[in-house]
């Protein structure tokens, strides 16, 4: 019996933010779906930095078509202008939308996706290929047939190498044990790991500046500990941000902060340090980071921990039986490279996109989210939701809706490609107007990070009158569009 691909649903890869926004979409369109997530929960990878606070506020972080859903159910919206935690996010947002009826039965938990086809084609193959359907094989041997597929699995479980040339370091795989991913949980969970020990944190982000900010208010409550920081650069100042003229104060804040512990040598900054090299230190137990610059120039430093703030990057292997155009050196799609290159546009500059930008020659086969911005760091959340809904609109045959991209996105002090092509991951969805009114932070909770779904705090920040920040090499201030 043939089966008619015309009849069956569209899947969707990963249960996050924008992997449920296409949910929404696709039920009140009245499209068959299913939801395929990895983990047993939705947001499950939001969950592991779920004590950290996004820079945005709640009104930039909810889905139009997921606010219409659970609007008539009671559902309590959280208020506009409070920065919610990454577990606020799950509990106050996306368990709600997922437990709503028009999306609850089609969410499958525990089902990792390990590779995509067409059935009875492979890639090589184009006769009949348009009308085979698409098979999903799953972890644990199911495989699922769709129409179409929304690939909106993320980057988080694949961070990029400590090594400077994109390459891991000589002997990165045999010193995991000291090896922490970004954004610990410093002040919490993994307070023990770090108390009173030396620690290198690699990358020049913001997860890397939570971390800082994190150790550096650990060692002052249990002293012994020495912080250092590894960025590629030759200055800090980028990192720092633009201070007082971010449209975000508490964004600007995590500069200045980390400025200042840098100045009162709290943190011991290493610019220029590119790493090659990790090995057991002599003795054992500590580890030895080593530099080598572009001039045979070798440097090291000896510490306990290691917190790898690299950044991250996609992972297409899912899909390599697919017909896929990525660009080669974003690896995004190829058609939205250009449009989201670091090298020139900032998350503030990327022009509106949608379905057309977000297709393969593989008809059906969409990539959004994160994951569609490759190695881009400058993803913000607003801009996944609206890419799902023109790529949903294109799946309804509504092409003029598909192509009507409304999207305007500010520019920040944070949102800056020289930032993005330091260390570590940019501004991921800080989406506040520029120079407009800030977002109320509360007092309780803990404070700022990036690179996730939305610009993320970590540390506690209390909204105090910043003076104007400088850049140290060349006096003048730094600054968002507004400087």
Not at 124 to 129: A, F, H, L, N
Not at 315 to 332: N, Q, Y
Not at 337 to 346: F, V
Not at 412 to 430: H, Q
Request: glycine share 12%.
């Amino acid at each position: 019996m043939t089966i008619s691909s015309t009849t069956l649903p569209v899947a969707v890869i990963g249960a996050g933010p924008v992997g449920l926004a296409a949910a929404a979409h696709l039920a009140e369109r009245r499209l068959d779906f299913v939801v395929l997530e990895a983990g047993t929960q939705p947001g499950s990878s939001i969950s592991q930095w779920g004590h950290v606070r996004v820079f945005s506020p709640w009104r930039y972080n909810i889905d139009t078509a997921a606010r219409r859903l659970l609007d008539p159910t009671g559902w309590a919206a959280p208020e506009p202008h409070l920065l919610p935690t990454g577990a606020d996010l799950v509990t106050d947002y996306l368990q709600p939308l997922a437990k709503l009826s028009a999306i609850a039965p089609q969410l499958r938990y525990h089902a990792r996706v390990v590779a995509i086809g067409r059935l009875g084609v492979d890639r090589v193959r184009s006769r009949g290929r348009q009308d085979a359907p698409f098979v999903i094989r799953l972890a644990n041997g199911d495989e699922v047939l769709a129409r179409a597929v929304i690939d909106a699995s993320g980057t988080w479980t694949r961070p990029n190498a400590l090594g400077a040339s994109g390459l891991p370091a000589y002997g990165e795989g045999d010193i995991g044990y000291a090896v922490e991913q970004a954004l610990p949980d410093v002040l919490g969970a993994d307070r023990t790991r770090f108390a009173g020990s030396r620690v290198l944190v690699v990358g020049a982000g913001h997860s890397a500046a939570n971390t800082l900010l994190s150790l550096a208010d650990l060692a002052t409550q249990e002293p012994g500990a020495t912080v250092y920081w590894a960025i590629r650069a030759a200055t800090a100042s980028r990192a720092y941000g633009g201070g007082d003229n971010d449209a975000l104060p508490a964004r600007g804040a995590l500069g200045t902060r980390l400025h200042a512990h840098v100045e009162a040598g709290r943190i011991t900054l290493l610019t220029g340090f590119s790493v090659h090299t990790v090995r057991a230190a002599v003795g054992g137990g500590a580890v030895e980071v080593v530099s080598l610059d572009v001039n045979g120039g070798r440097r090291s430093v000896t510490v306990d921990r290691i917190v790898s703030a690299t950044g991250f990057r996609p992972d297409h292997t899912i899909s390599t039986e697919l017909r896929l155009d990525l660009d080669p050196i974003m690896e995004s799609p190829r058609a939205l490279a250009p449009l989201i290159d670091p090298n020139q546009h900032s998350c503030g500059t990327v022009p509106p996109h949608g379905a057309d930008h977000l297709a393969h020659p593989e008809p059906g086969f969409y990539t959004v989210g994160m994951k569609s911005y490759g190695r881009a760091p400058t993803f913000l959340m607003a801009t996944g939701y609206e890419q799902v809904r023109s790529v949903v609109a294109a799946l309804a045959g509504d092409w003029e809706a598909a192509r009507d991209v409304q999207l305007e996105l500010p520019e920040t002090g944070v949102c800056s490609s020289d930032l993005a092509l330091g260390e570590g991951e940019g501004e991921a969805g800080s989406q506040g107007g520029c120079c407009g009114p800030a977002p109320a932070v509360r007092a309780d909770g803990r404070g700022l990070a990036t690179g996730m779904a939305g610009g993320l705090l970590a540390v506690p920040l209390p909204l105090v009158a910043i003076g104007t920040q400088s850049d140290p090499d060349t006096g003048t201030t730094g600054g968002g569009c507004c400087g």
